[in-house]
């Protein structure tokens, strides 16, 4: 029974390792997908509504743009002065 009781926990410690590292390569493989996805570095979330400036061709949310030019008429990026009229849609 001794030897039983040890060769079953052996083989529950060998499935956790398993399941471990398979869990480890899914959660990489979706980090690497998240990653991938182009973000707004304002929101940090994937862009709604892309806008890029003509003037200095940083691309962020159009909410998050327009939120930038009410409090000063500068890219937030890199303080070039950009106005609402600069801004484009753009499609990703």
Not at 26 to 32: G, I, M, T, Y
Not at 61 to 81: N, S
């Amino acid at each position: 029974i001794l030897s039983f009781l040890m060769f079953s926990r052996a083989f529950e410690n060998v499935n956790n390792d398993v399941l471990i590292t398979a869990l480890r390569t899914r959660v990489r493989d979706l980090e690497e997908r998240v990653e991938s996805i182009p973000k707004c570095v304002i929101c940090m979330g994937a862009y709604e509504i892309p806008v890029v400036s003509v003037n200095c061709w940083h691309v962020l949310c159009e909410k998050c743009w327009l939120a930038a030019l009410g409090t000063k008429k500068v890219c937030p990026q890199c303080q070039i002065i950009t106005t609402p009229q600069d801004l484009r849609k753009i499609f990703l």
